[in-house]
């Protein structure tokens, strides 16, 4: 069955970097576009970035632009988030999700599978 399990969240300070990744399996890894998304108790449900599925078209939502790079290996069925310059607004529970096959990966109602989440806490 597919699962998605994502580590590498923690406690990072304003200005730092987390690099979280999201190991895959029970799928074709390399098919499937895979997207990040967030959650806080404040701003709710929130796409953050998506990867389509040779790694070449990427996007991200305005709000991490310049700040957030997302990857992936596809020998490795792995996906990862490396987050760069935090702010404490990105303290947030992060997803990994598998975004359905012919998917838009900025629009969380194409998201097929989800992880438990990481959560990332940034401190002012």
């Known amino acids: 069955q597919v699962q998605l399990v994502e580590s590498g969240g923690g406690l990072a300070q304003a200005g730092g970097s987390l690099r979280p990744s999201c190991a895959a399996s029970?799928?074709?890894?390399?098919?499937?576009?895979m997207s990040w998304a967030r959650q806080t108790p404040g701003k709710g449900l929130e796409w953050v970035s998506g990867?389509?599925?040779?790694?070449?078209?990427?996007y991200y939502a305005d709000s991490v632009k310049g700040r957030f790079t997302i990857s992936r290996d596809n020998a490795k069925n792995t996906l990862y988030l490396q987050m760069n310059n935090l702010r404490p607004e990105d303290t947030a529970l992060y997803y990994c999700?598998?975004?359905?096959?012919?998917?838009?990966?900025?629009?969380?109602?194409?998201?097929?599978?989800w992880g438990r989440g990481t959560q990332v806490t940034v401190s002012s």
């Open positions: 029970g799928f074709t890894f390399s098919a499937f576009p």
């Open positions: 990867i389509y599925n040779d790694g070449r078209d990427t």
């Open positions: 999700t598998k975004v359905r096959a012919g998917g838009v990966v900025s629009k969380i109602e194409d998201y097929a599978y």
